[in-house]
């Protein structure tokens, strides 16, 4: 399984014998792009910080909760912890409000209000 974000609304889809599964964050969420050459192409893959951070909010992409705290903790010794922190603030992400009822967005209460 390949996953591909995206702020574009495109049906999932097969690549050879691969399928393609389009992810669409919120527009909040979509920051932490950097260009990398693959093969002489120009493409953008996610900071190690965005990944990592990705990973924990929405674990079932990483392959579950034990491969997403697997990756936190071996991504997590290269981090810039000033990207972590600005990645973590309340406008951005679920995973900082866990635990929170008072600062946390109506989604995020909703999201977490079972756990």
């Known amino acids: 399984m390949i996953y591909v974000v995206t702020p574009v609304r495109v049906c999932a889809r097969e690549v050879g014998e691969a399928r393609v599964r389009i ?3 919120s527009p909040d969420k979509f920051f932490g792009f950097e260009p990398v050459d693959v093969l002489g ?3 953008m893959i996610s900071d190690s910080e965005k990944t ?3 990973c924990v909010d929405r674990p079932a992409l990483a392959g579950g909760v034990g491969e997403a705290a697997m990756i936190l903790a071996t ?3 290269r981090f810039e912890w000033t990207k972590v922190v600005n990645a973590l ?3 951005r992400s679920c995973v900082a409000l866990a635990g929170s009822s008072i600062m946390s967005p ?3 209460r909703r999201k977490y209000a079972r756990a």
């Open 23 to 25: 992810v669409n964050p």
């Open 41 to 43: 192409y120009k493409v």
């Open 106 to 108: 109506p989604t995020c």
């Open 75 to 77: 991504a997590s010794r």
């Open 89 to 91: 603030s309340p406008a």
């Open 52 to 54: 990592a951070i990705d």
